[in-house]
């Protein structure tokens, strides 16, 4: 159960406030009471609540220093990052300063101001811990990893109060990346076109936004986790297949999409998350099962196309 009192006129620091996760996060935050601050490379928008917003590039360390000396906050969520799993070589140096780089300078000035906790972005495309082959998959899961490890050094060298949270595939409303799998599936369905996929045969474990911000904030509060990794998933794997097979019967369902006509990406993530692990750590368990969390995009995706709102074909 999150003690959303505790966050009350908390001074939070939420950056890449204007994505998808950092949004529903900056909502919660604020609607507790806290004093929110949002970074972001991109302008503020309305649906982002926040006391303060401050558009910088994590890039920047004197920047960035200048921002955590004004705001010297008590909790510092880290949700910037450039997402994309392509294997393409040009994502390598996007991946590098928008992920590792942006983590490293904000460990470093977060360590010199101070701070009651900062949590970290994992992701379930790094190499599976303790594994013997650990070979990053991409260009995004190597800067992920890295940027893992070096959590995990400034808490062990310099006593950084950090938490890594490794999410899995995260999805629900809001989410505007009209490339990823569960956006662009609904918008071609409740636009009457057919979706062009791959085999769909990978297993994902799907984890629904709502509850995946009720992770964050309850690792914000959690005694005995700091210097940790914990997992956010549902603890279970679901084809893509499958998925879009739902969204087929609660949108559209005369269509028929197509399977195959995509290749399929190489050294796909086949991973669950350990939601055990995590319940003795946080008490927190995913509440939302995967067919409500669809219907919730279907009607958040719908609403949007009958406003003409920016952001959909």
Known sequence: M??????????????GASGFIGSHLCRRLHSAGAEVHGISRNEK??????SRWWQS????IGDLRHILSIVKPDLVFHLASHVAGARSMDLVLPTLYSNLLSTVNLLMAVTETGCKRILLTGSLEEPEPGSSWAVPSSPYAA?????SAYGRMFHALYQTPIVILRL???????QKDLKKLIPYVTLSLLQGHT????SGI???????VDDVVDGFLMAAQAEGVVGGTIELGS?????????????????????????GTLPDRAFEQERVANIAETYAKLRWEPETTLEAGLKQCADWYRDRLRQGIAGTP
């Open 2 to 15: 999150i003690n959303t009192a505790q966050f009350y006129g908390q001074r939070a620091l939420v950056t």
């Open 45 to 50: 928008t309305e649906d982002v609540a926040c």
């Open 57 to 60: 590039d994590l890039g920047d």
């Open 143 to 147: 800067a992920k990893y890295a940027s």
């Open 168 to 174: 899995f595939m995260v999805y629900g409303p809001g």
């Open 195 to 198: 979706p062009n996929l791959s």
């Open 202 to 208: 990978r297993k994902v474990d799907w984890v629904f």
């Open 235 to 259: 603890g279970q794997l679901v084809s893509v297949r499958t998925v879009v097979d739902k969204l087929v019967e609660i949108i559209n369902p005369n269509l028929i999409p197509t399977f």
